[in-house]
């Protein structure tokens, strides 16, 4: 331990200034011989400039990951996202433009009217053939998903800037569902449906006042959203440089959380129920069905845990007290009303995943990271699955200083929603290593399907997806 280096995961955030690609030779285990495609991933790559680190983990470049399955194994592959925040910032050593929690050097002079920049870093999805790289104050960037050569900014002829970087796609129809939040006098959510590459707004949104928002559920007939009191105050303050966005976050806990609902189809009104105050990043799923909406979610008591351990990220201690606990709510659509459970997922709930075939739909299994209730602190070293039906929860423990990140489920046979893999990256701090993880979705508990050793660390991400096609 260092005092740059205060826990076992802290070096996990380490930057990772190389570009790799190379075949991954030290596998134990088979590779499924129906697991087959390409897993991209994105998060932040580089959290440091100049031997200083970031003010905010959001605030790093998006790097991404490739892992490509194929016939001769695994071929691993990274390469950051040509943003012009990486460009320049790497081309001068020190920090330019302002982000997410980092300001300018030189005060207020330097960093107002200055806008946030876009540093690509939270997700991918592919869309009409295109890679996208995803950032939620932007839009995204377009990269070929063959080489990750980064194509260039993507704004659909100029139809989207903010967008969201938990894009939905219907398995039914393939269209796309997204939103973007703008922030000013009048803040505003426009909702988005991409279908071949083509985008239509749907009827925007006026916020009652400025909220972060970072995901939402997609069922059949509606976009929803749950809007926690996370208020920025004000955005004017961000634009005149006076604060930089993260430092104007401020959870008000005497507002309700809105749970509002937007036709999917564009048409008819939007709808708003309030409920009481909590706050979540991510959503598991959710689905309308039988006059009653039902959400699955890690859900936070607030933001003050979790707003205080993403500007410490490297330095913080990660407390399990105030984060989030999965969470079942239950919305009578006729009359308002609101019910919730948990389930036995131990502590520090985060990223749930599903089955993306099941987007939208009854669905009965998900899987998330968390620790056991014994763990007070640090970064989860678990995943758990858990099926809503019986309300089981199995877990498969990483072992001592193996800390992995979002589980996605890769269907990889036709006979049920948990015919699959999870695949997971793992980082091992005390090898410095990291590694790819693949467990049965059937039996999570059970030893690993393979472990496929990297070279190198990679550093912490966030989210991911897959396709079957092979770039
Ligand atoms: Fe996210």
């Known amino acids: 331990m260092t005092a740059n280096e205060p826990y076992p995961w802290s070096a996990g955030f380490r930057s990772l200034d190389e570009e790799h690609s190379y075949r991954v030779e030290d596998v134990e285990g088979e590779l499924p011989a129906r697991l087959r495609g390409s897993l991209f991933r994105n998060g932040s790559g580089r959290n440091a400039l100049g031997g200083k680190w970031f003010a905010h983990w959001f605030d790093g470049d998006g790097m991404i990951v490739a892992v490509r399955f ?10 950051y996202v040509t943003t012009r925040n990486h460009r320049d910032e790497t081309r001068a050593g020190r920090i330019l433009y302002r982000g997410f929690g980092k300001m ?19 997700s991918v999805v592919l869309e009409y053939g ?6 939620e104050g932007g839009p995204p960037m377009a990269l070929d998903p063959a080489t990750l050569r980064t194509l260039g900014m993507e704004t659909f002829n100029g139809s989207v800037d903010a967008f969201s970087a938990h894009p ?8 796309l569902f997204n939103f973007g939040i703008d922030y000013g006098a009048r803040s505003t959510l426009t909702p988005y449906r991409l279908n ?15 909220v972060m928002n970072h995901d939402f559920v997609l069922t059949r007939r509606h976009m929803v959203f749950c809007l926690g009191p996370i208020v920025v105050d004000t955005p004017l303050k961000v634009l005149l440089g006076l604060r930089s966005f993260d430092k ?12 509002l609902l937007v036709p999917r189809d564009g048409s008819g009104k939007s709808r708003i129920i309030e409920t009481e105050p ?71 709930n985060e990223f749930p995943t599903i089955n993306p075939k099941r987007i939208g739909a009854p669905y009965r299994y998900a899987y998330i990271l968390c620790n056991p209730s014994d763990r007070r602190h640090g970064l989860q070293q678990q995943v758990a699955k858990i099926d809503f039906e019986t309300g089981t929860v199995r877990r498969h423990e990483f072992g001592p200083d193996r800390y992995p990140g979002e589980p996605l489920f890769i269907a990889t046979g036709e006979d049920g929603e948990d015919d699959g893999v999870i695949v997971t990256l793992v980082f091992d701090a005390a090898r410095r ?20 050793r990297l070279k190198h660390a990679v550093p912490l991400g966030l989210h991911g997806t897959f396709t079957s096609r092979l770039f």
């Open 248 to 259: 104007a976050l401020r959870w008000d806990g005497g507002k309700p959380t809105l749970i």
């Open 168 to 175: 939905k796609v219907d398995p039914e129809t393939g269209e």
């Open 278 to 348: 909590f706050f979540q990043f991510h959503f598991a799923n959710g689905f309308e069905e039988d006059g009653a909406l039902t959400m699955d979610f890690a859900r936070y008591p607030d933001y003050l845990t979790i707003g205080q351990a993403l500007r410490d990220f490297w330095k913080s201690e990660w407390p399990a007290d105030g984060m989030a606990a999965l969470t079942r709510l239950r919305l009578d659509l006729a009359s308002g009303k609101v019910d919730s459970r948990t389930y036995d997922t131990g502590l520090a």
């Open 70 to 79: 194929d016939d001769q194994g695994i071929h691993f592959q990274n390469r």
């Open 104 to 122: 300018v050097p030189g005060g207020v002079l330097a960093n107002a009217f200055r806008p946030l920049a876009n540093v690509s870093n939270t």
């Open 130 to 135: 295109r890679l996208l790289s995803l950032w």
């Open 433 to 452: 290593l990291s590694e790819l993880v693949c467990l049965d979705a059937r039996d999570p508990a059970s030893r690993p399907v393979f472990i496929a």
């Open 196 to 210: 071949k590459g083509i985008v239509t707004r749907l009827p925007v949104v006026d916020l009652p006042y400025p």
